[in-house]
């Protein structure tokens, strides 16, 4: 039974078609979302369901928008972890929802499943999305299936895991020397006039779509323990961009039209105290602590949508500090036996805060959706060597990086100075002072280290890899 999909522009009300890609109304030339209006028995979906062999988000097909080819790599369907430990003497139930399962790491990969089969729908052959990481990994990855040509436009503080992530799967990677939103304005042009189909989140809105099969599975896995009674649940949700948040209340907003539910659940936005303002301006502070997703200035049509709706949720906002979420992130992974992006325990960090909130009732169960794999983040990196930041360009532009080589000469010539590095690796390409510069640098960040010895009767600077600069070296020619 297919569904009854009706996109209207909310600003002038015009009826879009399906087909249409372009990220403006074509009437009035606004950016838009677009609301489908569904009839549907969700009951007799679920009589058919099975959790083990469903296709992705596809097993929800009747509930998305009609797209002709159906590409899942297996995402979706991700299972629900009680936590044992970490909150043992608070005498609450919380889950969180494992969207950190996903192929690719993150719950973009709903996102990607949808865009990618609509793109393959339409014979596109090129797609092309702007991100800061996840959602360049799920598109790299689904256009890698589909046969198709990925582009990822992103910022230069893009996280090292996941340009690596994005660069396994052979996309190509355009970087913009500039914020995230740079990146997405830059994503936007180049799909106006182009054969790229446009796959960034703020500027497709079936993004939203797959997404939302977030709620449709959380309303299957949790309807007995509160009896169909949302009202008795708490989902604890990052606020972000606004796109995971949104697409959860669409999610469930449609289950209520449906009929199938007649209460929502509660909803928390979660969000950092330094992005306070963002929450009535939509604009994000830069953070300089590189082990949280960089928040930024992102103009995204989700995030006031969801703050406009979160009083239907009988929701609220809480805000927990930088170190709270890092703490946290440790100690999930030792105490839950999770390992998630630090980025994804503001969820958890938050919980405490919630206890004491108006809309938490006792015995409420609560829900946080973790978005990312640890895996996926350089505080991997950042465990593994207990420095600053490491710059993602050193590390994967290695094969033009002078740093890498310099690096690789020190491993094969223990022990040289200056002018005979220059000479071997440098000379021709880049001066001396050059030179000179990346070695304090390497230096600094305490990957090679200086002795002095004396030639020819004069005291001369030498440089070795320290056993971090060898253990780098041994990481970057793995990568
Ligand atoms: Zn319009």
Redesign the pocket.
């Known amino acids: 039974m297919m569904s009854d999909f009706i996109f209207v522009?909310?600003?002038?009300?015009?009826l879009r078609s399906i087909h249409e890609v372009s990220p403006l109304?074509?009437?009035?030339?606004?950016m838009?979302l677009y609301y489908p209006k569904i009839s549907f028995d969700f009951r007799t979906l679920l009589d058919s369901l099975s959790w083990e062999t469903a296709n992705g988000i596809w097993a929800f097909s009747s509930l998305l928008p009609p797209i002709k080819e159906h590409l899942s790599l297996g995402e979706g369907f991700t299972p629900l972890q009680k936590f044992r430990q970490l909150f043992s003497d608070l005498d609450i139930l919380f889950y969180i929802k494992k969207e950190n399962l996903n192929p690719t790491g993150s719950f973009r990969d709903r996102a990607a499943a949808i865009m990618v089969s609509h793109a393959l729908s339409l014979g596109y052959s090129k797609i092309l999305c702007a991100s800061d990481g996840n959602l360049g990994a799920s598109i790299a990855a689904y256009a890698s299936a589909a046969g198709m040509q990925a582009t990822c436009v992103v910022p230069s503080n893009i996280l090292l895991g996941k340009y690596a992530q994005i660069s396994a799967y052979g996309a190509k990677i355009s970087e913009i020397k500039g914020t995230l939103q740079q990146a997405i304005q830059d994503g936007f042009q180049r799909c106006l006039n182009s054969d790229y189909y446009p796959a960034t989140a703020e500027h497709n809105f079936l993004s939203i779509e797959g997404q939302k099969t977030i709620s449709f599975e959380l309303y299957i896995q949790m309807k007995s323990l509160v009896q169909d009674d949302l009202r008795k649940l708490g989902l604890v949700i990052p606020l972000g961009s606004g796109s995971l948040m949104f697409s959860v209340m669409k999610g469930f907003l449609e289950l209520k039209e449906m009929n199938v539910i007649n209460t929502l659940p509660h909803i928390f936005g979660v969000h950092l105290t330094k992005s306070h303002e963002s929450v009535q301006t939509a604009i994000f502070e830069p953070h300089d602590n590189f082990a949280l997703m960089p928040l930024e200035k992102i103009q995204s049509p989700y995030f006031e949508q969801s703050l406009k709706q979160l009083p239907q949720f009988s929701g609220t906002l809480v805000e927990v500090s930088h170190d709270e979420v890092l703490k946290t992130s440790k100690d999930v992974a030792r105490s839950e036996g999770l390992f998630i992006e630090p980025a994804s325990a503001i969820v958890i960090a938050a919980i405490p805060k919630i206890l004491n909130n108006k809309y938490y009732k006792e015995n409420m169960p609560l829900i946080g959706i973790i978005t990312s794999s640890g895996l996926k983040s350089q505080n991997l990196t950042e465990q593994t060597f207990n420095q600053g930041k490491i710059d993602a360009t050193f590390l994967l532009k290695r094969h033009s990086s002078i740093k890498f080589k310099i690096l690789e000469f020190l491993d094969d010539h223990p022990g040289s100075h200056g002018y005979f590095i220059w000479k071997h690796i440098g000379k021709g390409k880049i001066t001396r002072q050059a030179v000179y510069q990346h070695l304090k640098e390497l230096e600094e960040k305490k990957w090679i280290s200086r002795s002095t010895t004396t030639a020819n009767g004069r005291k001369i600077a030498v440089f070795r890899l320290t056993k971090k600069g060898h253990t780098l070296l041994k990481l970057i020619k793995e990568l």
């Open positions: 522009c909310e600003y002038c009300h015009y109304c074509p009437r009035c030339r606004k838009t």
